[in-house]
């Protein structure tokens, strides 16, 4: 019976940690697929990064920077890649771009930011528009991460109606109007040499492959944990010592000569203890 309790213990250990490798080997395969046709480059103005798969301005985030790049995710359909750009994650028209053999040094317009530059601060809202929803407000100067740019609603008149999409320091995601707001940094043209890639992607490419490798290290440290404790908790339930039900004590000594006279029930229990076996404690 214990020896059946064991193997099934065993049995529970080994399929838990087998369940903890795709967290390491499927992001490897996939990062290995990628190594060649990671990135597409960004050849002209206009080029926006989609919410959906569905190529229409009304479902732009932005206009992604000329002569930048994005990070093809998958082959989502014939028109269409699933990219990502800086972390913001969503579709691209793959007429707009080219898939490159490189990777670039600086995929990214990483450090341009911007501010606004109104007393009051300004609104991030969640669309180009003044009627969408608030998400939080920024300070008057505070520095903005920079994305890109999209037409909205012409807020002020005689400002324009342009929006900058932009991070603030907390995190939060949005649109700033760019009638108020002034460029910390220029922007900057990427001049890195890249050459074309023909075939970027296999037809039995997935998303499931490519979803695994923005798994940072510490989330893929987390999974492995969540999978491997209940199985060393087994583990140590399989050969965990059985406890008997009896307590070991200390056999008692004979009291010295000198010793006042004991009582002879005392003695008695005395003797009892020392005729035991020294096996039985």
Not at 12 to 39: D, E, G, H, M, R
Not at 59 to 75: D, G, K, M, R, T
Not at 193 to 213: C, G, H, K, Q
Request: hydrophobic share 40%; glycine share 4%; net charge positive.
């Amino acid at each position: 019976m214990k020896l059946a309790r064991k193997i099934t213990f065993f049995i529970i250990f080994a399929l838990l940690c087998a369940l903890s490798i795709p967290c390491f080997c499927v992001s490897t395969v996939a990062s290995a697929k990628l190594t060649t046709f990671i990135y597409a480059k960004v050849e002209s103005s206009g080029v926006n990064l989609y919410k959906s798969p569905n190529a229409i301005n009304e479902n732009a985030y932005f206009e992604i920077p000329s002569s930048y790049f994005v990070l093809l995710l998958s082959n989502y359909n014939s028109l269409l890649y699933k990219a990502q750009y800086q972390d913001v994650v969503g579709f691209i028209l793959k007429e707009q771009v080219m898939p490159v053999n490189e990777t670039p040094e600086m995929p990214y317009l990483t450090n341009a930011t911007f501010y606004v530059f109104t007393t009051d601060g300004t609104t991030v809202m969640d669309s180009p528009t003044s009627k969408g929803k608030a998400l939080t407000t920024v300070e008057k100067y505070e520095e903005i991460s920079y994305y890109g740019t999209i037409l909205g609603e012409e807020k002020t008149i005689g400002r324009g109606n342009s929006w900058i999409f932009g991070k603030t320091k907390q995190g939060v995601m949005g649109y700033f109007y760019a009638g108020l707001c002034e460029m910390n940094t220029a922007i900057v043209p990427n001049n890195e040499v890249v050459t074309r890639a023909t075939s970027p992607f296999n037809e039995s490419d997935n998303d499931y492959l490519y979803s695994l490798v923005d798994l940072t290290p510490s989330v893929k440290i987390a999974l492995l944990l969540l999978v491997l404790l209940p199985a060393v908790f087994l583990l140590f339930l399989a050969f965990k010592p059985a406890f008997t039900g009896r307590l070991p004590f200390k056999k008692h000594k004979s009291p010295p000569k000198d010793a006042p006279p004991l009582k002879r029930q005392t003695r008695t229990a005395i003797k009892r203890i020392e005729s035991y076996p020294d096996d039985n404690f």
